[in-house]
């Protein structure tokens, strides 16, 4: 009888979801996810109707990865040797900060004074200052979610954690290209400041979350190589880190939606805003499913079907000339990059060790977070080189391609259950 009510526990969907904590780390994320991705789809948007060029939305993620990548290394240190509450909270504060900043840019008052190319290049520093913040702030949700749960419902809370994100950043992108149709730019950012502080008291009931590793224990740059020889060791997880990255540094067709809205489907603010989120409304959808019934076999090989399927679907948009199958495209690409989101984080938390997870966790966002604006960028750049439909298309296959490398070298990741 007591093996059968533990079996119970262990696959109880709602396990992680009874810790009051951890409700309230769930639902600060929600909000402050939500918050920055309107912010992403805004400047998405605001900076193509200022310039004009796609490739100045490739620019965007250029001026984040840099500071994104050049301190994730050193920041994995720092979380591991500070408490990670206030860490979280200092970030989500200094995130309001640039979200007021673009809120000050966009007023009539300061259109007076600066030209689209002046706003255009403030909007570029403002989003190299949320680089910084984000190379130590991304990595604490995920350090911070292993304090809270305990280690038999860690892979529940990782699906919840990211069901959390995802449907957080469905109702930003939605919601975002409503508001900017409805209340303009300023109307826009006033409320991502609202949602940022919102989120802020909600983290704020968070216990205290001290180091497990002083300052003083070690030097930073072995504690960093530390935590790169891990990575580096843990075959199973080099591999999911750097298929994700490679799929998603050529798969990034989402830094393109604003031009296809705009130049190829001609649709308005509102059809910008649900094609923005179509994607991660697939991966919500798939991450529901996963979190009532989780994979409980195969998932290496999964990984990579997905991953591949991925690349499939992305080949489809860039051809597409009709809202519906782009919609649709994106929206299955979001169930299969949902499926390789779920399986690479629980990888992540359940072969990390807690005195590493600061390092590992940003290791992992120099992978795979910092992919997304490289992806951005080299998306914009081949658009510039290709043209618009011959670049999405490009990186569909390359998708394809590494895929088909990662299938043939890493046979560990092709056999790896959990």
């Given at each position: 009888?007591?093996?059968?009510?533990?079996?119970?526990?262990?696959?109880?969907?709602?396990?992680?979801?009874?810790?009051?904590?951890?409700?309230?780390?769930?639902?600060?994320?929600?909000?402050?996810?939500?918050?920055?991705?309107?912010?992403?789809?805004?400047?998405?948007?605001?900076?193509?109707?200022?310039?004009?060029?796609?490739?100045?939305?490739?620019?965007?993620?250029?001026?984040?990865?840099?500071?994104?990548?050049?301190?994730?290394?050193?920041?994995g240190h720092v979380i591991d040797t500070s408490e990670k509450?206030?860490?979280?909270?200092?970030?989500?504060?200094?995130?309001?900060?640039?979200?007021?900043?673009?809120?000050?840019?966009?007023?009539?008052?300061?259109?007076?004074?600066?030209?689209?190319?002046?706003?255009?290049?403030?909007?570029?520093?403002?989003?190299?200052?949320?680089?910084?913040?984000?190379?130590?702030?991304?990595?604490?949700?995920?350090?911070?979610?292993?304090?809270?749960?305990?280690?038999?419902?860690?892979?529940?809370?990782?699906?919840?954690?990211?069901?959390?994100?995802?449907?957080?950043?469905?109702?930003?992108?939605?919601?975002?290209?409503?508001?900017?149709?409805?209340?303009?730019?300023?109307?826009?950012?006033?409320?991502?400041?609202?949602?940022?502080?919102?989120?802020?008291?909600?983290?704020?009931?968070?216990?205290?979350?001290?180091?497990?590793?002083?300052?003083?224990?070690?030097?930073?740059?072995?504690?960093?190589?530390?935590?790169?020889?891990?990575?580096?060791?843990?075959?199973?997880?080099?591999?999911?880190?750097?298929?994700?990255?490679?799929?998603?540094?050529?798969?990034?067709?989402?830094?393109?939606?604003?031009?296809?809205?705009?130049?190829?489907?001609?649709?308005?603010?509102?059809?910008?805003?649900?094609?923005?989120?179509?994607?991660?409304?697939?991966?919500?959808?798939?991450?529901?499913?996963?979190?009532?019934?989780?994979?409980?076999?195969?998932?290496?090989?999964?990984?990579?079907?997905?991953?591949?399927?991925?690349?499939?679907?992305?080949?489809?948009?860039?051809?597409?000339?009709?809202?519906?199958?782009?919609?649709?495209?994106?929206?299955?690409?979001?169930?299969?990059?949902?499926?390789?989101v779920v399986v690479r984080g629980t990888i992540m938390q359940?072969?990390?060790?807690?005195?590493?997870?600061?390092?590992?966790?940003?290791?992992?966002?120099?992978?795979?977070?910092?992919?997304?604006?490289?992806g951005q960028f080299e998306s914009g750049l081949a658009a510039?080189?290709?043209?618009?439909?011959?670049?999405?298309?490009?990186?569909?296959?390359?998708?394809?391609?590494?895929?088909?490398?990662?299938?043939?070298?890493?046979?560990?990741?092709?056999?790896?259950?959990?």
């Open positions: 009888m007591n093996n059968m009510t533990d079996e119970l526990q262990k696959h109880d969907p709602f396990a992680s979801v009874k810790i009051e904590e951890f409700r309230y780390l769930l639902a600060g994320r929600f909000i402050f996810i939500m918050g920055l991705r309107m912010m992403g789809t805004l400047v998405g948007w605001w900076i193509y109707h200022l310039t004009n060029e796609a490739f100045a939305i490739g620019l965007v993620g250029l001026s984040e990865v840099i500071p994104a990548v050049s301190l994730a290394l050193y920041a509450r206030w860490m979280l909270l200092r970030g989500v504060l200094l995130y309001f900060t640039c979200a007021a900043v673009l809120l000050a840019l966009s007023t009539d008052f300061t259109k007076q004074y600066l030209g689209n190319h002046a706003i255009a290049l403030c909007i570029y520093l403002v989003i190299f200052c949320t680089g910084i913040i984000r190379s130590f702030t991304g990595p604490v949700f995920n350090v911070i979610l292993a304090y809270i749960v305990p280690k038999d419902t860690l892979q529940n809370a990782t699906t919840w954690s990211q069901g959390t994100w995802l449907a957080a950043s469905v109702s930003g992108h939605a919601l975002g290209g409503l508001l900017i149709a409805y209340v303009g730019i300023t109307g826009t950012l006033t409320a991502i400041t609202i949602f940022i502080l919102t989120a802020f008291l909600f983290l704020f009931r968070l216990n205290k979350k001290p180091a497990l590793t002083e300052r003083g224990e070690k030097r930073t740059w072995e504690s960093v190589k530390e935590g790169l020889r891990f990575v580096f060791k843990t075959k199973e997880l080099l591999g999911a880190v750097s298929l994700d990255m490679f799929a998603v540094l050529f798969g990034g067709a989402v830094a393109m939606v604003p031009v296809y809205a705009t130049a190829i489907l001609h649709v308005s603010p509102v059809g910008y805003g649900w094609l923005n989120a179509a994607a991660d409304i697939g991966s919500i959808c798939i991450v529901i499913l996963l979190t009532a019934f989780p994979l409980r076999k195969h998932q290496g090989k999964t990984l990579l079907f997905a991953v591949a399927g991925f690349g499939a679907c992305i080949i489809i948009f860039g051809l597409s000339k009709l809202y519906l199958l782009s919609f649709l495209a994106l929206m299955i690409s979001g169930m299969l990059d949902g499926v390789s359940l072969k990390t060790p807690d005195n590493m997870r600061g390092r590992v966790m940003s290791v992992n966002g120099m992978f795979i977070n910092s992919s997304n604006e490289l510039k080189l290709m043209g618009n439909i011959p670049s999405v298309v490009f990186g569909g296959c390359m998708t394809l391609l590494v895929v088909i490398i990662t299938w043939i070298k890493a046979p560990s990741l092709r056999k790896m259950e959990y």
